[in-house]
């Protein structure tokens, strides 16, 4: 079984930053995936960043602005958004793909406005 638990969302100004974190418990290794996915109000849910062994692959809408990271010591993966804009605003979930059976937390809202 694995838990998932997201935090750090919350309101910010546009061209602010905040730092997603999600705390992973249960059986996750080192060689499974994860990463976040966002989902905006009225539309699909996205994937945003993923990990993998150090590899980190972005949404072309966010590259360059949010970097993802992972300390494997601590099962935790960061996602550390920069120069955020309006149509960021949207809830944040942490997953992990484990053979390819997604698990997921509850989410963290972001809402970027002024």
């Known amino acids: 079984q694995v838990q998932l638990v997201e935090s750090g969302g919350g309101l910010v100004q546009p061209g602010g930053s905040l730092r997603l974190s999600c705390a992973a418990s249960?059986?996750?290794?080192?060689?499974?995936?994860m990463g976040w996915y966002r989902q905006a109000p009225g539309k699909e849910r996205e994937l945003v960043a993923s990990?993998?062994?150090?590899?980190?692959n972005y949404a072309d809408s966010v590259k360059g602005r949010f970097t993802i990271s992972r300390d494997y010591t601590k099962n935790t993966v960061y996602l550390q958004m920069n120069n955020l804009k309006p149509e960021d605003t949207a809830v944040y979930y942490c997953y992990v793909n484990r053979n390819d059976i997604l698990s997921w937390g509850n989410g963290t809202l972001v809402t970027v406005s002024t």
């Open positions: 990990i993998y062994r150090g590899s980190a």
């Open positions: 249960g059986s996750i290794f080192s060689f499974n995936v």
